[in-house]
């Protein structure tokens, strides 16, 4: 079974751009989460989507945005970024959210100059 | 609110020593408890969660409501165990919305 897959791996964007991340979670995963990973704050919920709506939301600026397809696959979207919002940006799926078992990708690498 | 904190940024320990890696949580409900790990050039992974009771790697992990901890365990480290754990709280309802700690380093010297 394929893994959680992340592209791109790594991005560099210059302030003010916008940017899209995308996510495949696992065959048959229909929930999948985004977190950001900052030396930091550490990992920080972004926002979690299951059968393509959003359930859940972190604190987070409305310039984060996401979305999921009808096949689970996810993106998100982050307009008009800031020196902030360099950081690894990781995916999660499961089958159901919940407390069942979260899956990690290997991350976006996002730095912002 | 709810939180999970790791006091101990790293953690050093001699292979064959005991180690235990602190989690604690402020949480008003029933917890529902993960220990994540990320091995050097890997991705996080899930270690062990406390509703299963297993013990992974030899590492246990025993819920403590009173003291709201839950501590990491194994009894004799192996080299192989040196990563980057994360205790993660889950956060009610059935969304997947984890809680994480900030982190603990466990770096086992031989």
């Known amino acids: 079974k394929a893994g959680v897959t992340q592209t791109p791996r790594y991005l560099i964007k210059t302030r003010g751009q916008q940017v899209t991340l995308s996510c495949s979670p696992i065959?048959?995963?229909?929930?999948v989460s985004w977190y950001q990973q900052t030396p930091g704050q550490g990992l920080q919920f972004l926002f979690e989507y299951f059968s393509e709506t959003q359930r859940n939301k972190g604190n987070f600026p409305g310039r984060f945005s996401g979305r999921q397809f009808s096949n689970s696959r996810s993106e998100m979207n982050v307009s008009t970024l800031e020196l902030g919002d360099s950081a690894l940006y990781l995916c999660?799926?499961?089958?159901?959210?919940?407390?069942?078992?979260?899956?990690f990708g290997q991350g976006t690498r996002l730095t912002v100059v | 609110a709810q939180r999970v904190t790791q006091p101990e940024k790293l953690l050093s320990v001699f292979k064959g020593a005991p180690v235990e890696l602190k989690c604690n949580y402020s949480?008003?409900?029933?917890?529902?408890l993960f220990w994540y790990v990320q091995y050097s050039r890997q991705r996080l992974q899930l270690l062990l969660r406390h509703i299963s009771r297993e013990s992974i790697k030899g590492f246990t992990a025993d819920l403590n409501k009173g003291e709201t901890s839950f501590h990491l365990k194994k009894p004799f480290a192996q080299e192989e165990d040196s990563a980057m754990y994360y205790c993660a709280l889950f956060y009610s309802g059935n969304t997947g919305k984890l809680i994480f700690g900030q982190g603990t380093t466990l770096q086992v010297k031989p």
């Open positions: 999660a799926s499961s089958d159901q959210g919940g407390v069942t078992e979260a899956f």
């Open positions: 065959s048959g995963h229909r929930s």
């Open positions: 949480y008003s409900g029933s917890p529902e």
